[in-house]
């Protein structure tokens, strides 16, 4: 139960700060319901608490005592900041080293959110020699000077910060190019990392300056007295909603962080009113507790990565305990978990979503010997290509597939980010005993070319499949608004139809409609995976719509691959590919390009399969074809 105090003035409706009481923990309790937390008491305590939250990991803890990954010398970072002081004048600074090949560096990494101001504190081929020679810390943003400060305070020599330890704007942006390829072993090897978490910007600083330290006052009764403590929160009081925690936690929402936090094997979260530490076994808040600061409302990009055990699979190279194949399933399944948080987050560029994941995508695929093909995996891709966009509400579309996006249409990475997606389960089950995927034979080659050889996982130049298979023919229609009100339909749905008789008619009648939809027992949705308008789709209009002036009616080829069909002895399930043809190229005609997926439940009495529905009414074709 919450025990709070709240202040506002009259002609406030909402509180100005509020006061949270709570029992402090290891103490006599006044009242029983009241919550049990630490005390937050600023900087000097949080770090006392951060060298015993290591002390431990690094002494007892097993699993963090295991070597992490280990690669050759060239994938260890170039450069790093040597944090002895160095005192010129009356000024304290540090510098950038470059490291030597085979030697070992303990270091820490910051990660941090990026923003204008920092194009001041970038390393160029202009100030290189500058930076090697000195660099002043009182220059520095304050995330900067507060990561050096920790790391200091924690024993750790050196600093990587990716601003200043990669080249910016160099010749043909080679050092970028090299260093971003070693982001995933540039982490994993780390000592620790350091989130600048609650930071919206670089001038921030690890340290929340608003927030005061908990106070501590005595209530007495007949037993004698009890401590109370009461944490002062700020002005807007208790995170209720996504956007509450967006705006506090600001670093969180950023998809290049995403990685970060996995591929650690220690993080420091400087969080909004107290540090969090979590490794390979444990995971830590200073007021271990759930009041405030921490949020009532927990988006799934702000949860906590490390999963159990599975986030050794990023960070380990020890597989001893586990079975291969038992291994590979749950690995594969967390790569699905990863993928479907990532897309929920923020990128500045849409062409970076194949490299912010990078790290873990190389990560996974030195344990699994899989190869890697555009965000997802060679030899479990037929089920792999089962994922489909979620809409965050009814009758909200699907955003426009961006136009710089390397991936290819059958990829999740070629989709918008900052929305929700979610794989189909295609494997067995106690619910599901027979489950086919019929995709297997189908594909006969997969083809992916990245920009630059030095990173595979990143961006691509080019990728397809090339696909013998049975395509089934088929329409898609929108209906226009005034159609959407009589028939009470959702607004934006859009509805597939066998084939149509005339587009020059009255737009709600002549259509034959997806005649399995409307048998008992069964079920038909539709996912689109982008906006259609800006896709290519050819979208023949009604001229007799009856909207005035007409808009948003009309109809559309389209075409159904089937991908996978599952079985009980109560109802199927089939999932098929929405596919559009595209412009031929290379002398190749059959060019197609992915823009949704249909999923078919079927309960009727005589469970017939998907030919058996549309026997007489569609007529498959049978073809060697290319996705794009």
Known sequence: RNFELRRRSVDEQESLEIVQLFQPRGLSVLFERIYMS???????????????????????????????????NSSGPARLLNLSLIQRGNESGIKLIETIPGNSYRYACLSHRWDTALKHHQTTKWNVLKFLDFLSLKELPANFRDAVSIARDLNIPYLWIDSLCIIQHSDNDDDL??????????????????????SPDSSEGCFIKDKWPDICFSVSDTNGAHLIGARVLDKKGHLKST????????????????????????????????????????LYCECNSTLAPHPKIVPKWFRHPNSAYRRRFLVQDDRSSQKPEAWKHHALEYWKTIVESYVQLELSYPSDVLPAIAGCAEALAHYLKFNYVAGMWKETLPTDLL????????????????????????????????????????????????????????????????????????????????LEATLYPWYLRSFCQTVERELKRPRRK????????????????????LVIDNIEGTAVELHLDVRLRGEGLVMEAFSH??????????????????????????ESFDV???????????GKPN??????????????????????????????????????
């Open 591 to 628: 060019y197609y390009r992915r823009i949704g997926l249909m999923t078919l439940t079927n309960k009727e009495a005589d469970m017939r399969t998907w030919d058996e529905m549309i026997h007489g009414q569609v007529e498959p074709q049978q073809e060697e074809f290319w996705l794009l």
């Open 177 to 198: 190019r090299k260093e971003l390829a070693k982001m995933g072993s540039i982490y994993q090897n780390t000592y620790l990392t350091i989130a600048a978490t609650s």
């Open 545 to 570: 719509c009856v909207s005035n002036p007409p808009r948003r009616c009309w109809l559309s080829q389209i075409y159904l691959l089937h991908a996978l069909h599952k079985k009980n002895p109560e």
């Open 387 to 466: 994922w489909c966009v979620i809409p965050q509400k009814q009758g909200v579309v699907s955003k426009p597939r961006p136009k710089d996006s390397t991936a290819p249409s059958w990829s999740w990475a070629s989709v918008a980010m900052n929305q929700t997606i979610t794989h189909i389960p295609w494997y067995r089950s106690i619910s599901w005993l027979t489950s086919d995927a019929l995709l297997r034979d189908a594909i006969k080659e997969v083809y992916c070319e990245p920009v630059s050889a030095i990173n595979p996982f990143g961006k691509l130049k080019n990728a397809y499949l090339k």
């Open 38 to 72: 630490n005390f937050l008491c600023g900087k000097d305590v949080s770090i006392a608490r951060l060298r015993q939250w290591m002390d431990e990991c690094l002494n007892s803890h097993k699993n963090c005592l295991k070597n992490t990954v280990i690669h050759d």
């Open 243 to 282: 956007n509450d925690v967006h705006d506090h936690y600001p670093l969180l929402s950023r998809a290049w962080v995403w990685q970060e936090r996995l591929l650690s094997p220690r993080l420091l979260q400087c969080n909004y009113g107290e540090f969090t530490f979590e490794c390979l076994e444990s």
């Open 494 to 513: 859009k509805d597939l139809y066998i084939k149509r008789l005339n587009n020059s008619i009255k737009c709600t009648t002549g259509i034959q409609e």
């Open 576 to 586: 098929f590919l929405v596919l559009m043809r595209t412009s031929p190229a290379d």
